[in-house]
């Protein structure tokens, strides 16, 4: 048996002996991750496949009120409710852990059983993930990035620096610093032209998280003794503040637009900073630094946290840049 359905067995035995799932087993599952088969994956197929034996068991779950629960069980739509949860809907995991968990039991709880349905899943959903059909939907409609790595349209043409869970544009004549986090290297800083661009990526747990983070971002900045206030510019929804700073000894508002993309299981967060950061046409280079980053979680060390929204990741240091990376091409 490899990870993936290791993962997902001992997952199922965890809510079996707790009635419930535990913190442990949400970030082990990674709900809401589709750029690659994870264990909540498999759950996922487990319980659609369980479900074609027991078509009574749709119409128990309508009268339950979970839309997107009884959409995943429907057998002409068995995965539109991922749309649905995208969009807010409440997709309830301890109730489709009761129905995979009650199956087993029903089926004398034996290992052959859940070894066969998370193989079937797996090749199902290995298959979907290969295809696309599922990240594409949730990174601008394939038309524009930032991208996730698994996409098939992700420009050749475009020359990246690879920092592990970030590939991002090199920029001719540009500075590129490390961002730290005590010792950890949690983003990249490059600096062009008078201005700064910051990137950052996160784990995001479930679905979208931009528009829930946003309105924390505003009041931290406001409770710094800044201003900020939310805007929209070719990188979609975004903040406009005035940040705070000590320069020279002398405090002063650094003018910032703080941008964010939601990809497969990700955010990816730029904050741009310099004299014109705020104006209305955005500078090409922000632009581009932006929008043909590459995030690829399969280089993430860590898991993420299920009890927070976001998890920042480490980045790693590109093979030929010495500490601080000043002057890395």
């Not at 950052?200 to 983070?213: E, I, L, N, S």
């Amino acid at each position: 048996m490899n990870r993936v359905r290791a993962s997902a067995k001992a997952i199922v035995e965890q809510y079996g002996r707790d009635g419930r799932l535990s913190g442990e087993s949400l970030a082990l599952a990674e709900f809401g991750v589709w750029n690659r088969t994870t264990p909540g994956m498999l759950l996922l197929g487990t319980g659609y496949l369980a479900a074609l034996e027991d078509p009574a068991l749709v119409e128990r779950t309508l009268e339950s009120g979970n839309e997107a629960l009884a959409m995943m069980l429907q057998d002409d739509d068995p995965f539109g409710a991922l749309a649905l949860t995208d969009a807010g809907a409440e997709l309830s995991w301890d109730q489709w852990m009761a129905w995979i968990w009650t199956y087993w039991q029903s089926r004398g709880m034996s290992l052959g059983v859940l070894d066969e349905l998370f193989e079937e899943a797996e090749e199902g959903w290995t298959e979907i993930v290969d295809s696309g059909d599922l990240t594409r939907p949730r990174v601008r409609d394939g038309a524009c990035g930032p991208w996730d790595a698994s996409e098939t349209l992700v420009p050749a043409d475009t020359e990246r620096i690879d920092y592990g869970v970030m590939k991002i544009p090199r920029l001719e004549g540009a500075e590129t610093r490390p961002v730290y986090a005590g010792e950890r290297i949690v983003g990249v800083i490059v600096r062009f032209g008078g201005h700064a661009f910051s990137l950052q990526v996160y784990r995001a747990r479930g679905g979208p998280v931009w528009d829930t983070v946003r309105p924390k971002i505003i009041n931290g900045v406001r409770d710094q003794g800044g201003s900020a206030e939310d805007a929209e510019s070719s990188f979609g929804a975004e903040v406009r503040a005035q940040i705070p700073v000590v320069k020279d000894g002398q405090r002063m508002l650094q003018p910032t637009r703080i941008v964010g993309f939601d990809g497969p299981g990700w955010l990816l967060r730029g904050v741009y900073g310099g004299p014109a950061a705020l104006a209305d046409v955005v500078d090409l280079r922000a632009h581009h630094l932006f929008t043909q980053t590459v995030v690829d979680l399969s280089a993430a060390e860590v898991r993420a946290d299920a009890t927070e929204e976001i998890t920042n990741l480490e980045v790693r240091r590109p093979p030929t840049a010495r500490r601080g990376w000043a002057g890395l091409p």
